[in-house]
């Protein structure tokens, strides 16, 4: 993902942040729900199930779990590295909060 582009999550999700007091960066990084489609053992398409409040968020996890999916056949394998994605995407959330505080 190029930097402009996680830039623009990051700002989304701050104000998803900062309209909503009560959720963490975790849970915006975790809010997004999605289905995955499959051909064969290619993914096909993403649709969002829950959303975060951000559809930059949203199509970030959107994308991670497309690239999870593809780079692991098995749904566990793909699970762990979508919880890794969401966990760098949090982390990195928490810390450009702190920054503006």
Sequence with gaps: ???????????????????????????????????????????????ITATSGSPKVDRYICDAARDCGNQHSDADHQAACVTRKCAQLATELAKALAERK
């Design 1 to 47: 993902m190029h930097a402009a582009s996680f830039i623009a999550i990051l700002v989304a999700a701050q104000a998803a942040l900062q309209s909503d007091g009560t959720q963490s960066a975790t849970d915006i990084a975790n809010a997004t729900k999605y289905v995955l489609t499959f051909d064969h053992e290619q993914v096909t398409g993403c649709t």
